[in-house]
């Protein structure tokens, strides 16, 4: 079956980094886009990042855009969010997801599959 498996989660001070992997498995990789998604407590999950299945095209929310820098491996089945200039705004449970090549997976409705999450938090 396919599973997403997310790392790199923790504890950081504004204005540092972390960087997330999602490693895959379960079907072709590079057949699919990417992407993360993150849900803060009491809010209801929101887009973060997404890259096609190819790695041309990747899309962000305006919240991190010029932040955060999604990427992939194809050969290593595995995507990444880089998150620079961390702001206590930021902290939430992280999820990767993936979904059909032809989508952006912008939306919660475009994902197939969703990993477990891995929880980042911003202290100010």
């Known amino acids: 079956q396919v599973q997403l498996v997310e790392s790199g989660g923790g504890l950081v001070q504004a204005g540092g980094s972390l960087r997330l992997s999602c490693a895959a498995s379960?079907?072709?990789?590079?057949?699919?886009?990417m992407g993360w998604f993150r849900q803060a407590p009491g809010k209801e999950r929101e887009f973060v990042a997404a890259?096609?299945?190819?790695?041309?095209?990747?899309y962000y929310s305006d919240s991190v855009k010029g932040r955060f820098t999604v990427s992939r491996d194809n050969a290593k089945n595995t995507v990444y969010l880089q998150m620079n200039s961390l702001k206590p705004g930021d902290t939430a449970v992280y999820y990767c997801?993936?979904?059909?090549?032809?989508?952006?997976?912008?939306?919660?409705?475009?994902?197939?599959?969703w990993g477990q999450g891995t929880q980042v938090t911003v202290s100010s």
């Open positions: 379960g079907r072709t990789f590079s057949n699919y886009a």
């Open positions: 890259i096609s299945w190819g790695g041309g095209s990747t």
């Open positions: 997801a993936s979904g059909p090549r032809g989508y952006r997976l912008t939306t919660r409705s475009q994902v197939d599959y």
